[in-house]
């Protein structure tokens, strides 16, 4: 039997937006498929546990500050490196890049996981996201006052239908192992079939859909967004 095992970082610093849900809809997804999973909340001050998923979730400008310097003390860039798997949103996001500056202009270090850089932009970006991924829709909505620029070669998560995302054109980015967007919501409750890339990213498999209110819910409000 398959165990998925999912560490939520810090949720009482990237715990702002309610994006350890998450968490909550990788597990009952992954349990209606049959697999076991194993969910840990990680404190300040716990040592990082091993996981085949990380979720990182958004928070404001200070708490997402430590949040970095206490994940640069651990073996979370290595980990990722070696292939564990990571699900980032927000300051999540940001933090997983080289630097950072949102609170003001200075520059803070990023857990340089993916070559992205973060620096404040001129608005806030609040409001109804929209993103176009391969051929699939993803929904949300975003609060941040960064603006991300991807290095060459990094790829981003999809393209901007409405909203801001990284810039206005790209939100987010991916790579094997790591999935990066603006989006909260929880994204995964809103975008079922995210989650379903997510959890098959993680296992390795492939998945049949499922029938869940989310299910319906996304495709209602995909045919209200007509997108
Ligand atoms: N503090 C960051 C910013 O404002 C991230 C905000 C968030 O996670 N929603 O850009």
């Not at 940001?94 to 932009?121: A, H, K, M, P």
């Not at 909505?141 to 810039?167: K, Q, S």
Request: proline share 3%; aromatic share 6%; glycine share 14%.
């Amino acid at each position: 039997m398959l165990i998925v095992k999912i560490a939520v970082l810090f949720p009482e610093l990237l715990g702002t937006y309610g994006d350890g849900g998450n968490g909550l809809v990788i597990a009952e997804r992954s349990r209606r498929r049959g697999y076991d999973v194993d969910v840990t909340s990680v404190a300040l001050g716990d040592d990082l546990p091993d996981a085949d998923l990380y979720l990182l979730g958004g928070g404001e400008d200070g708490p997402q500050r430590l949040a970095s310097d206490l994940l640069r003390r651990t073996s979370f860039a290595r980990r990722v490196g070696d292939g564990a798997h990571v699900l980032a949103v927000c300051a999540g996001l940001q933090i997983l890049g080289t630097t950072f500056s949102v609170e003001g202009d200075d520059e803070y270090e990023g857990l340089n996981v993916v070559d992205v850089v973060t620096r404040r932009g001129e608005h806030r970006s609040v409001g109804e996201l929209c993103v176009r991924v391969e051929d699939e829709t993803l929904v949300g909505f975003e609060n941040h006052g960064g603006v991300t620029r991807l290095g060459d070669g990094v790829t981003a998560l999809g393209t901007v239908l409405r909203g801001r995302g990284n810039d206005g054109a790209l939100d987010g980015f991916t790579t094997s192992n790591v999935w990066a967007t603006y989006a909260h919501g929880p994204v995964l409750a809103l975008n079922p079939w995210f989650a379903d890339r997510v959890i098959a990213g993680v296992l390795g498999v492939e998945l049949e859909p499922l029938a869940t209110a989310a299910d319906r819910l996304y495709d209602e409000r995909r045919l209200t967004l007509r997108v």
